[in-house]
C-alpha cells in the first residue's frame, strides 16, 4: 500500500492503548490502527472499540486517545456510526444523525444488564 507504518507488538492488551496514543499525539491524530480483526480504525472508532471492551477508561480515552482540542466533523460522525451500528453505504445514506443517534442508543440500551 505504500503507507508508513509502525507496529505495535504488546502481549498485554492493556498497554497497546497507552502505546497507540503516544503515537497518534505525534502525527496530530490522523494516523490509522490496523486492528488484529483486519479493520482499520481511526481515533474515533479506536476509542469507541476501547470503551465498549472496557480496555481503558473514559478519562483515558477523552484525555489521550482522541484529539483534545477538535469535535469530529458531520461525515467523521456518520462513518462512526457506521462503524458502531455495523451499516452498509446504502443504510447509511437512507439515515439521518438523528436517526442514527437514536438508533445507537437503543443498541446501547440493549446491551446494558438490568439489575
Not at 16 to 35: E, K, R, S, Y
Not at 56 to 72: C, E, K, W, Y
Request: charged content about 20%.
Amino acid at each position: 500500500e505504500g503507507r508508513d507504518r509502525v507496529v505495535i507488538r504488546s502481549g498485554s492488551t492493556t498497554r497497546w492503548p497507552a502505546l497507540v496514543a503516544l503515537m497518534q499525539q505525534n502525527v496530530d491524530f490522523t494516523g490509522h490502527i490496523l486492528h488484529t480483526s483486519g479493520h482499520y480504525l481511526d481515533c474515533w472508532r479506536c476509542a469507541h472499540m476501547c470503551e465498549l471492551n472496557g480496555i481503558v477508561n473514559a478519562q483515558f480515552i477523552s484525555g489521550h486517545l482522541l484529539p483534545t482540542q477538535r469535535d469530529p466533523d458531520k461525515n467523521t460522525v456518520r462513518e462512526l456510526f457506521k462503524y458502531v451500528l455495523q451499516l452498509d453505504n446504502q443504510q447509511l445514506s437512507k439515515m439521518s444523525l438523528i436517526d442514527l443517534a437514536v438508533r445507537a442508543l437503543s443498541v446501547k440500551q440493549q446491551r446494558q444488564p438490568t439489575s
